[in-house]
């Protein structure tokens, strides 16, 4: 449905050449939700916009329902444009229009005749949930229920594609769940196929099938959701990840880490666990095979597409040499182990 072929993009100013794309190739299945991650600057925008040439490639291909945009004329570009719907972080409603004539807008600029335009705005807003709404006014509305309007009126032209360039980045997380719910039954009954980019790994969570990471205009990693989940390839993926896990100590234990060990302290680990190991009994390894005390700070496990990965924050107590073998252990058997910190040893009991 979307195929970009070594797609790179440069900006030019003041005599300097800034590559904000580098010979990116994607393929988005039909009927996919396909979410692009990647942190600020690293060209996620950028990419999205390039699927409907509202930036021009400097090279490559790009190619949605079987059209070569890059090779078409500015006039059949606009009519292939119609069939790419786009909705953005801030909504770009018209605030002297209802939702019923926001949604209508780009019905009115095709032409559709008003009995036309009501066949299908009026189903759209049962979808989205707006028909009591369809009367007010933008400043009416919640931001959840703006962003509604903006994706209904994204769908009003019945595209193929829905871009989302940070769609649920202005919303709080209940309002993101609902929207993110609102895209998966969007793509099941209208079959419509979505790329959207997110700086939020629960947002890909939640809702994608596959998922790419965009590293300073590079894509390093593609792959199902589950499957990235479980074999990470990068750092970076790995770090995106364990960001969605709650990881934090509690503040009664936190305002006495110390940066460096002394002679009264013990330390604090943050270990980090994914599939291969993260059902493995790693504490009681810890206890029986290197005799150190563990005290439990904080954890956390969740499943993803029935992967499991996890975060587990805990202190220990024991010999130097012993601390050394279990770190050395955790390593060996896949778990990612870091100190975090050291606590004074009256603050977190072990007998």
Known sequence: MIILRNISKAYHAQAKSIEALRDINLHVAPGEIFGIIGKSGAGKSTLIRCVNLLEKPTQGQV?????????????????????????????????????????????????????????????????????????????QLSGGQKQRVAIARALAPQPHVLLCDEATSALDPETTHSILQLLKNIRDRMNVTILLITHEMSVIK????????????????????????????????????????????????????LPTATSDTHPVLRLRFLPDTATQPIISQLINQFGLGINILQGNVEYVKKHAMGVMLVAVSGEKNALHSGMQHLKNIGVDAEVIGHVPNDIIPFT
């Open 206 to 257: 939640a809702c994608c099938d596959r998922v790419g990471i965009l590293e300073q205009g590079h894509l390093i990693e593609d792959n199902e959701v589950g499957e990235f989940f479980a074999y990470p390839k990068t750092e970076i993926a790995k770090n995106f990840i364990f960001s969605s896990l709650p990881q934090t100590l509690p503040p009664a234990i936190s305002q006495y880490l």
């Open 63 to 139: 190619i949605v329902h079987g059209e070569e945009l890059t090779a078409l004329p500015l006039a059949d570009l606009r009519k292939a444009r119609r069939k790419i719907g786009m909705i953005f972080q801030y909504f770009n409603l018209l605030s002297t229009r209802t939702v019923y004539d926001n949604i209508a807008f780009p019905l009115e600029l095709a032409g559709l005749k008003k009995s036309a335009r009501a066949a299908i705005i009026d189903p759209l807003l049962e979808l989205t949930g707006l028909s009591d709404k369809k009367n007010a006014f933008p400043a």
